[in-house]
């Protein structure tokens, strides 16, 4: 079986329009985006002893993640405040908790070896651990989101396997310059998102566009990034071609914008004094 495990970051995002909150962060997504397409998967973060941490526990226990070497620990989890503008989310105030705090052991290490892909972000804290974790990585992703520059790409795109970047300020025409530049850096592959514009992916020598798929009753567009990425890159590694595996990542994608949250399990909101 097809094994992927998330390390690093976790959140809850506190929809305050609705009353609800939800788990998620970039690495928990697409531990459970796998899980849901029949993989083994497992997560492994720091996740506090607190209401926002309780409710991202239960969640993954609820979709069978291997939580075996995640830590349960003192202090807040971390969370971010969603509004929706005609589906599309906007980030408002956030806070990054414990799960900042990671410390991968010799331990945790060794764990993460017996996996087909370890997936963590820029959001995971991991950059100055980023050797270590790539040494112990059979396939190692990395999601930079829109929190990229040159000085950063240059530093963890020769340690992993996917580099996946989120670009949607430009032309999805305009990814020249960006492909270029990371092909001197020695990476495998190449996945950037443009937003309304599609997708595209280098594998260090061809080039592949994949557009959005069209949808009516879009409810939430949090996580469809995460959902895109889980899925191509699963199929992609089980020897589907770039165009099959990119044309499934659209439609898990689209399926993902369907309901609220990155994958669900909302719960009425905790809102602590001092993040009111």
């Known amino acids: 079986m097809f094994s992927v ?6 959140t809850v995002d506190r929809y305050l329009h609705l009353g609800k909150m939800f788990p998620g962060g970039n690495a928990v997504n697409v531990a459970v985006h796998a899980r849901r397409m029949g993989c083994r998967a497992a997560y492994l973060g720091w996740i506090a002893n607190d209401p926002h941490g309780r409710l991202v526990y239960q969640a993954l226990m609820d979709e069978e993640i291997d939580l075996s070497h995640s830590r349960m620990v003192e202090g807040k989890g971390a969370f971010c405040e969603i509004t929706l503008r005609n589906g599309d989310r906007i980030f408002g105030k956030y806070s990054e908790g414990v ?11 060794e764990f993460i070896s017996g996996f087909d892909l370890v997936h963590t972000s820029v959001y995971s804290h991991l950059d100055d651990q980023i050797e270590g974790l790539a ?22 795109i020769p340690c992993v396997h996917f580099a996946l970047i989120s670009n949607p300020a430009e032309s999805i025409m305009t990814n020249e310059d960006l492909i270029n530049f990371a092909a001197t850096l020695g ?27 069209e949808i ?15 899925r191509f890159m ?24 369907m309901y609220y949250g990155a994958f669900g399990h909302g719960t009425p909101i905790y809102l602590r004094k001092e993040d009111s």
């Open 216 to 230: 009516s009753g879009v409810v939430d567009t949090l996580g469809a990034g995460d959902a895109f990425a889980s």
């Open 187 to 213: 990476f495998a592959k190449l996945l950037i998102t443009n937003g309304e514009e599609g997708a595209v992916f280098f594998d260090g020598r061809d080039l592949f566009r994949q557009e959005i798929k």
């Open 5 to 10: 495990i998330g390390v690093g970051d976790n």
């Open 99 to 109: 799960c900042s705090q990671i410390q991968l052991d010799q331990q945790d290490l």
């Open 234 to 257: 699963v199929h992609y590694l089980n020897d589907a071609s770039a165009p099959e595996a990119l044309e499934n990542a659209a439609e898990a994608a689209a399926q993902a914008c």
């Open 135 to 156: 040494s112990h990585s059979r396939k190692l992703s990395y999601d930079f989101s829109q929190e990229w520059d040159k000085a950063t790409l240059k530093k963890i």
